[in-house]
């Protein structure tokens, strides 16, 4: 980790500063390497492993990410599979500018680094975490920028101080989490006044039928993350060859094939996958959805209800790339009627 985190971190007990302790082999070009990090206050100390500093005992819920990111960490990459899927849904979902020399970002759920990288050709300078093993992941993939931050923290317990963040985002995660909107809520004090927070969510279905995933889920989820995954790479090949037989076969072949479930078995030209590589993206996709404990989408009203209880401005939720998309921003200056009554109840 490099040293210049420690200003903006914070104890997760008491809020006050670390201070970090290393031999000075674990020391070089002011990076830390090994060490721990010891609270100024209430002597807490927090271990850096591998060059990040870790806030959480173990994995919890985010078991599944953690091998599922180490596992495929770069497949979602845009560097590494010379697309630009990451890139196209950072900013279809938050708007941002493509140069943000200068501003500090925080990153929630970080996975791999798929977005971060991204954040981090802005020119911004990021902060990201996750509560799973991921983390070491995103650190192979981006952890050679000087303008990386990497932590292993989990999103109702952030060591981080308060207010300093010109923006943040959370895409791909809220849903994964225990409890929603205290998730989305815990990370409204980090964003500086005027800062903004762009989020996307998964979408709940209003349906009669809720779909295939969610019947399914039930089934796999309480097999290990290793154990789901070993099942997804022995059923999903000979069903990708059979629905593209069947494809093959006129007439009848085609509506036989759509009954199997795993989505189409060719991809759109520019991304250029071969057969395997196209398997491994749909043993991933499944993956991704039957091992997490988690998985709660939400419906617009309620990401609406979330934005306006938090306060923000100019707000705006729709639907996009993975569900629901939502922006705001914090107000940037408290209003006098708003600063008399938190003086008087202060
Ligand atoms: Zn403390």
Known sequence: MNLRMVEWLRCISCGARLRPETGPASQTNGDISE?????????RNYPVVRSIPRFVGDEEYAESFGYQWNYFD????????????????FFATTKWPQKMDGQLILEAGCGMGRFSEIALETGAEIVSFDLSNSVEANFRNNGKSSRAHILQASIYEIPLAKEN????????????????????????????PGGEIVIDVYQRHTGIFPPLKYWARPFLTWMAPRGVHKFLSRAIPPAFYLKKALYKVPLVGKPIGKLIPI???????????????????????????????????????????????????????????????ARGKKPAVISRM?????????
């Not at 060490?35 to 206050?41: D, E, N, R």
């Not at 759109?268 to 043993?283: C, S, Y």
């Not at 419906?299 to 306060?311: H, L, N, P, Q, Y």
């Open 35 to 43: 060490g721990k990090l010891v609270c100024v206050s209430c002597e």
């Open 74 to 89: 770069k497949m979602q990459l845009d560097s590494h599979m010379g697309n630009d899927l990451s890139r196209e849904r």
């Open 165 to 192: 963040f010109d923006k943040i985002f959370c895409m791909g995660v809220l849903q994964h989490c225990p409890d929603v909107r205290r998730a989305f809520m815990s990370l409204l004090p980090f964003l500086r």
């Open 263 to 325: 989505g189409p078995v060719s991809h759109a030209p520019r991304l250029n996958f071969t057969d395997e590589e196209l398997i491994q993206v749909k043993i991933l996709s499944a993956l991704d959805m039957y091992s997490p404990v988690h998985d709660h989408p939400q419906t617009i009203d309620t990401v609406r209800k979330w934005f306006a209880d938090a306060g923000l401005v100019d707000v705006y939720v729709g639907t996009g790339f993975n569900g629901i998309n």
């Open 338 to 346: 708003e600063r008399s009554s938190a003086t008087a109840t202060a």
